[in-house]
């Protein structure tokens, strides 16, 4: 197993000893080695694709192992991408190939040192296997960290189904672990969707300033947290155009540069719509004024 391990990116496992980390990093960040504490698992998710909305997504190829805690006090999930097949690969191998990690890799870190938020990748590693997809390439496995790897597709998961209970837990969870300034609002899903907007806008105008195209702004893309996530088909400008698309299924445009702020707002009234139903029963419970809905 080789491969570039990133020197700690001031982060430790929570209640894993340092030295464990140090002598076996290759085997923990590539998913041969887990802590005792560990307890993977592969997030399910829906998402609007193009339009169109699937209640049934998730990670087909990542498996989340835990979280890291920053010098800063701050946890952060540690995923794993490209380790095997999970619950959601549909067929999959739930493989990755050298290529696309490098790619994220490298897109991250330009990302992160011109000042965007992002998510990191923290090692990079190749496995040795040989992953077939139109021809035969190099196998690797990639650990990434974020904020969190909370989505609008998260949300739009347990909508979907109608689940209020596990909404309500979600939306209650991620105002404390991204929000904790609106904890205890008198409405938490109307303000857990004002900061998530807020968060997003500041983000996609961050993009527009550097030319960067994301590729495919999907609902399962976007984080609840404000971060970039799924360096796919994602690029930067080189010569400015609006209408430049990076993805080589976006035939219409949908996702072109000059398009994200829109698509970004579409995101978000998309999550909006399916939760409607809650923010209207929270505004009657604290008598909230109707007016806090409109344009949503």
Partial sequence: MRGRIRPACGLRFMTVDAKLVESNAAALFSGGLLPAVAKPLAQAYAGHQFGAFSPQLG????????ELLGRDGRPRDLQLKGSGPTLFSRGGDGKATLGPILREYLLGEAMYHLGMPTTRVLAALTTGERVWRTTQLPGAVLARVASSHLRVGTLQFFAAR????????????TLQRHYPEHVGANNPALALLKSVAKAQAHLIAQWMHV??????????N?????????YGPAAFLEVYDPSTVYSSIDRNGRYAYGSQGRIGQWNLAAHGRHDRGMYRRQLARH????SDLRGM
Avoid: C, K, P
């Fill in 222 to 230: 976007v984080t609840l947290s404000g971060e970039t996530i799924d």
């Fill in 211 to 220: 030319g960067f195209i994301h590729g495919v702004m999907n609902t399962d």
């Fill in 287 to 290: 008598g909230s004024h109707r």
């Fill in 59 to 66: 990670d087909g190829r990542a498996v989340l192992i835990g």
């Fill in 162 to 173: 109608r689940d209020r209970e596990r909404v309500s837990q979600l939306v209650s969870y």
